[in-house]
C-alpha cells in the first residue's frame, strides 16, 4: 500500500497575491479557485499532482500562536526545487527573506516566511 499527498489546505488573507507570489516563486499555476465553505473564498494552486488549498473566511483571519507549541499547528511546507540559486532569487524579489541556510545530507536548504507568517523550507537534494 501506498499513499501520496494531494494537497493541504491553509488559511491565508488574500488567496490571489499569495498565489501569484507561489507562481514567480515556485512556477506553480491556478487549477481552480470560487465560493468555499462558511461564506468563504478557496484558490487552488500547484501542479499537476498536488496543490495547496488556499482559503480565505469571510472575516479577517486570527493571528496563531506558536505552531510549535500548538496542537495541530503548522510548523512549515516543504518544497522540493531543482535550482536553489534560482529559487532564492525569485523568493528575494517576491519580498521575503531567506534565512537559515543549511548544507545538510541529502542536500541544501532554506526558509522563508510569507506575508501570513506561514514558514516554507526550500530543498534542494543532491543527485
Do not use: C
Amino acid at each position: 500500500m501506498s499513499a501520496i499527498l494531494e494537497h493541504a489546505n491553509i488559511t491565508v488573507t488574500d488567496p490571489k497575491a499569495t498565489a501569484a507570489w507561489m507562481a514567480e516563486v515556485f512556477g506553480w499555476h491556478t487549477r481552480w479557485s470560487g465560493a468555499s465553505i462558511y461564506d468563504g473564498f478557496s484558490l487552488h494552486v500547484g501542479g499537476t499532482d498536488s496543490y495547496l488549498a488556499l482559503y480565505k473566511p469571510p472575516t479577517t483571519p486570527r493571528d496563531p500562536g506558536n505552531s510549535y507549541t500548538t496542537r495541530g499547528g503548522l510548523n512549515h511546507l516543504a518544497v522540493v526545487v531543482t535550482d536553489i540559486k534560482a529559487t532564492e532569487a525569485a523568493v528575494l524579489a517576491a519580498g521575503f527573506t531567506p534565512t537559515s541556510h543549511a548544507d545538510y545530507e541529502p542536500g541544501q536548504r532554506f526558509y522563508f516566511n510569507d506575508s501570513d507568517g506561514i514558514e516554507y523550507e526550500v530543498v534542494q537534494y543532491d543527485d
